[in-house]
């Protein structure tokens, strides 16, 4: 069993940054795709951005491209979302998640294909 803890949220001011890291524990993921989702209030689930196994390929949603950054660590067993220049938009609760092993030569954007999961943590931007 996999279980992501994610940190880093808080409330910023338009314009601003943040760094989400999400750190896995009970079981090695390097060998998989790892993602990022965010959901605003009364929204579903949304797709934020992708990195594959070994971290040389990534994929950015167009609404976070140019301003967000998705890395990893994989000794560290930790994913991370560098998220810059910040608008009320971004605001949301984001969840890191792992996608099932059979993907790992993809970057799903479907939730569907994650099949681990983060409790999320609270990004609020203000205007």
């Known amino acids: 069993q996999v279980q992501l803890a994610e940190s880093g949220g808080g409330l910023v001011q338009a314009g601003g940054s943040l760094r989400l890291s999400c750190v896995g524990s009970g079981r090695t993921l390097s060998s998989y795709v790892m993602g990022w989702f965010r959901q605003a209030p009364g929204k579903e689930r949304e797709f934020v951005a992708a990195i594959s196994w070994a971290g040389s390929s990534t994929y950015n949603t167009d609404s976070v491209k140019g301003r967000f950054t998705i890395s990893r660590d994989n000794p560290k067993n930790t994913v991370a979302l560098q998220m810059n220049n910040l608008n009320p938009e971004d605001t949301a609760v984001y969840y890191c998640?792992?996608?099932?092993?059979?993907?790992?030569?993809?970057?799903?954007?479907?939730?569907?294909?994650?099949?681990?999961w983060g409790q999320g943590i609270q990004v609020t931007v203000s205007s």
């Open positions: 998640a792992v996608a099932g092993l059979r993907l790992r030569s993809l970057l799903p954007t479907d939730r569907h294909d994650y099949v681990y």
